[in-house]
């Protein structure tokens, strides 16, 4: 077994089964093997080598790559953290940096490798820092400290839930970077690996290890995925160099709230031969040009064999993912080149053993299964323990929310805090003597319901324009005035998922969505030049998920209010709230 496997205690196993497979390939989906006998050798020439403890593309491969590429060429990224560059950048002047291509392009494109975004667009000088935070975990301490961090910067400084679980705080200046690093490590954060070519967040169950219908508590494996991406927050140059973002999840309930179909890897729960182990899905992704659901890779690992074959999926993308058209680099053009089983092949060259056994047919994952809601107070599985599910608006908070929220933890529960991909939070291990009393907090009461409007309950908006500059339209408070709106004409029995993103980019997640709003810029009926929005109908998320279909292009903003009217009423059974009060 390598060094990288660890043993875990299999979860005791659920008395059903699954009556379909998730994650073992129909034969519609598993392309015939073109590795070795439709893919020249010459193709299988890995395109980086090791220099210098550093992965970096070979000189035959350099021609045709795309500017990221050549950026990541001219200076290792990992070097501003590693070898500690960030302390020198950090000390110059905005003037200075501007003065040079390389240190432009630091600010610009390689601080990204620590998290640190440039706002250059919109708030010059100025960066959004995003944060690791496997499964969502957080605690009262590192909430506290990064609403210290962010309330200096007065008007500048938010933060926000993201939809990949984890935290992104605003306002930040490059001065105080290298503090600002400092503190997380002090609280056990870290914000390294989170941008551009590298790992994203590995998402898990909101619930994991309180849920009283959990198949496995996920906090295990997502943490050691974190610590292997990041070598323990050292900063791990095996995967520092990939040819675009990746994505992973850990599946631990049968609600899906871990969007399996959207994620690079995914890790469905199944056993074999009475062995607790996960079926693996790989591939799923979102971009401008293209978007595309995660395929079974017909493969099964052991609970304890998850970094192995982690390790094994990135190294295979590393090495010959393409680096020339950004909008061609995403693991699934590789996989579309290979086919499934060449891909697969790969990935099985790099094990440990080279060995990977073929998928389960043994899925835990219930696909009749209703998903549940999280707002409002739950019984945990510990007994005389509840969790209360509470309402972020599109995820926006505050730094006197956050302490709020940090208070509150500490008050009623364990001084934890659980972020959710739908840009929520979980506050669990609160006695249930106890929960009456936390329900009646004015943060609950005036700010973040516990049980929200249900066109609000599944509202998610990326950062939009106010902050993004890649971001074509204004998401977050356009979001919730045009939800307001529509809540005030219909009603809905139901809740109806609407996901906003500002640009193609899809941040926001709109293919998921019952509807979404991706924005561009379109031509009002006086032919004036405004914001508006594509609409997407009919994303759907757990078993039975599928990506939604463009059902309108380029509505102008202020012409969607009367659309989605028209959209809840023929597609989602709402009613006017006109003909509903004549009914009373």
């Given at each position: 077994?390598?060094?990288?496997s660890?043993k875990f205690?299999?979860?005791s196993?659920?008395?059903?089964?699954?009556?379909?497979?998730?994650?073992?390939?129909?034969?519609?989906?598993?392309?015939?093997?073109?590795?070795e006998?439709?893919?020249d050798?010459e193709?299988?020439?890995p395109?980086v080598?090791?220099?210098?403890?550093?992965?970096v593309?070979k000189e035959?491969?350099?021609?045709?790559?795309n500017?990221?590429?050549?950026v990541?060429?001219?200076?290792?990224?990992?070097?501003?953290?590693?070898?500690?560059?960030?302390?020198?950048?950090?000390?110059?002047s905005?003037?200075?940096i501007?003065?040079?291509?390389?240190t432009?392009?630091d600010?610009?494109?390689?601080?990204?490798?620590l998290?640190?975004?440039?706002?250059?667009k919109?708030?010059?000088?100025?960066?959004?820092m995003r944060?690791?935070?496997?499964?969502?975990v957080?605690?009262?301490?590192?909430?506290?400290?990064?609403?210290?961090?962010?309330?200096?910067?007065?008007k500048?400084g938010?933060a926000?839930?993201t939809?990949?679980q984890?935290?992104?705080i605003?306002?930040?200046?490059?001065?105080?970077?290298?503090?600002i690093?400092?503190?997380?490590?002090?609280?056990?954060?870290?914000?390294?690996?989170s941008?551009?070519?590298?790992v994203?967040?590995?998402?898990?169950n909101?619930?994991a290890?309180?849920d009283?219908?959990?198949?496995?508590?996920?906090?295990?494996?997502?943490?050691?995925?974190s610590h292997l991406?990041?070598?323990?927050?050292r900063?791990?140059?095996?995967?520092?160099?990939l040819?675009?973002?990746?994505?992973?999840?850990?599946?631990g309930?049968?609600?899906?709230y871990e969007?399996?179909?959207?994620?690079?890897?995914?890790?469905?729960?199944?056993?074999?031969d009475g062995?607790?182990?996960f079926?693996?899905?790989?591939g799923?992704?979102?971009?401008?040009?293209r978007?595309?659901?995660?395929i079974?890779?017909?493969a099964?690992?052991?609970?304890?064999d998850i970094?192995p074959v982690?390790?094994?999926?990135?190294?295979?993308?590393r090495?010959?993912?393409s680096?020339?058209?950004?909008?061609?680099?995403?693991?699934?053009?590789?996989i579309?080149?290979?086919?499934i089983?060449?891909f697969?092949?790969?990935?099985?060259k790099?094990?440990?053993?080279q060995?990977l056994?073929?998928?389960s047919?043994e899925?835990?994952?219930?696909?009749q299964w209703?998903?549940?809601?999280?707002?409002?107070?739950?019984?945990?599985k510990?007994?005389?323990?509840s969790?209360?599910?509470?309402?972020?608006?599109v995820?926006?908070?505050?730094?006197?929310?956050?302490?709020?929220?940090?208070?509150?933890?500490?008050?009623?529960g364990?001084?934890e805090?659980?972020?959710?991909?739908?840009q929520?939070?979980?506050i669990?291990?609160?006695?249930?003597?106890?929960?009456?009393?936390?329900?009646q907090?004015?943060?609950?009461?005036e700010r973040?319901?516990?049980e929200?409007p249900?066109?609000?309950?599944?509202?998610?908006?990326?950062?939009?324009?106010?902050?993004?500059?890649?971001?074509?339209?204004?998401?977050?408070?356009?979001?919730l005035?045009?939800t307001e709106e529509?809540?005030?004409l219909?009603?809905?029995?139901?809740?109806?998922r609407m996901?906003?993103?500002?640009?193609?980019?899809?941040c926001?997640?709109?293919q998921?969505?019952?509807?979404?709003?991706?924005g561009?810029m379109?031509?009002?009926?006086?032919?004036?030049?405004?914001?508006g929005?594509?609409v997407?109908?009919?994303?759907?998320?757990?078993s039975d998920s599928?990506?939604g279909?463009?059902?309108?292009?380029?509505?102008?903003?202020?012409?969607?209010?009367?659309?989605?009217?028209?959209?809840?009423?023929?597609?989602?059974?709402?009613?006017?709230?006109?003909r509903?009060?004549?009914?009373?």
């Amino acid at each position: 077994m390598s060094s990288l496997s660890l043993k875990f205690l299999a979860p005791s196993l659920p008395k059903y089964r699954s009556s379909r497979i998730n994650a073992t390939p129909p034969q519609t989906v598993a392309a015939p093997a073109s590795g070795e006998a439709g893919v020249d050798a010459e193709r299988l020439d890995p395109r980086v080598e090791e220099r210098d403890g550093y992965f970096v593309l070979k000189e035959k491969f350099r021609q045709g790559i795309n500017p990221q590429e050549k950026v990541k060429i001219e200076r290792e990224p990992m070097n501003l953290f590693m070898e500690n560059g960030i302390e020198e950048l950090a000390k110059l002047s905005l003037e200075e940096i501007e003065k040079s291509k390389l240190t432009k392009d630091d600010i610009d494109v390689r601080l990204k490798w620590l998290g640190l975004f440039h706002r250059r667009k919109h708030h010059y000088g100025r960066f959004m820092m995003r944060l690791k935070l496997p499964n969502g975990v957080t605690t009262s301490a590192q909430t506290r400290y990064l609403a210290s961090v962010i309330r200096k910067y007065g008007k500048d400084g938010c933060a926000d839930v993201t939809t990949r679980q984890n935290w992104q705080i605003r306002g930040v200046v490059l001065p105080d970077v290298p503090e600002i690093l400092k503190g997380l490590e002090e609280v056990g954060l870290t914000s390294l690996q989170s941008g551009m070519d590298n790992v994203r967040n590995p998402v898990g169950n909101p619930l994991a290890g309180i849920d009283p219908h959990e198949i496995v508590d996920t906090r295990p494996y997502t943490n050691l995925l974190s610590h292997l991406i990041t070598a323990n927050s050292r900063g791990n140059p095996a995967f520092t160099n990939l040819p675009r973002k990746w994505n992973a999840c850990v599946i631990g309930s049968h609600d899906l709230y871990e969007h399996p179909h959207i994620n690079d890897l995914a890790y469905m729960p199944a056993t074999k031969d009475g062995r607790f182990g996960f079926n693996l899905l790989v591939g799923g992704f979102f971009s401008t040009k293209r978007c595309a659901e995660a395929i079974p890779l017909d493969a099964w690992v052991p609970a304890d064999d998850i970094l192995p074959v982690c390790k094994a999926i990135l190294e295979a993308f590393r090495d010959l993912g393409s680096r020339g058209n950004r909008q061609k680099t995403r693991m699934m053009w590789l996989i579309d080149e290979l086919g499934i089983e060449g891909f697969r092949a790969e990935v099985v060259k790099r094990m440990p053993q080279q060995h990977l056994e073929r998928a389960s047919s043994e899925d835990l994952v219930q696909t009749q299964w209703e998903r549940r809601d999280y707002f409002g107070a739950h019984p945990q599985k510990q007994e005389g323990y509840s969790f209360v599910g509470i309402h972020i608006p599109v995820g926006r908070v505050q730094a006197d929310d956050m302490d709020e929220l940090a208070r509150i933890a500490d008050m009623y529960g364990s001084g934890e805090l659980r972020l959710t991909v739908e840009q929520n939070i979980i506050i669990p291990n609160i006695e249930n003597s106890k929960v009456e009393a936390l329900l009646q907090e004015p943060l609950l009461k005036e700010r973040f319901s516990p049980e929200p409007p249900l066109l609000l309950k599944g509202l998610v908006a990326c950062t939009g324009n106010q902050f993004c500059g890649q971001a074509i339209i204004e998401t977050k408070a356009r979001a919730l005035k045009v939800t307001e709106e529509v809540n005030r004409l219909v009603s809905v029995t139901k809740p109806v998922r609407m996901h906003w993103t500002g640009c193609p980019n899809s941040c926001g997640q709109v293919q998921v969505a019952d509807i979404g709003f991706m924005g561009c810029m379109t031509r009002d009926k006086k032919k004036k030049l405004v914001e508006g929005a594509d609409v997407f109908v009919g994303g759907r998320i757990g078993s039975d998920s599928h990506l939604g279909d463009i059902y309108k292009k380029g509505v102008p903003c202020d012409d969607l209010v009367p659309l989605v009217v028209d959209l809840l009423i023929e597609k989602f059974g709402a009613v006017p709230r006109e003909r509903e009060e004549n009914e009373d």
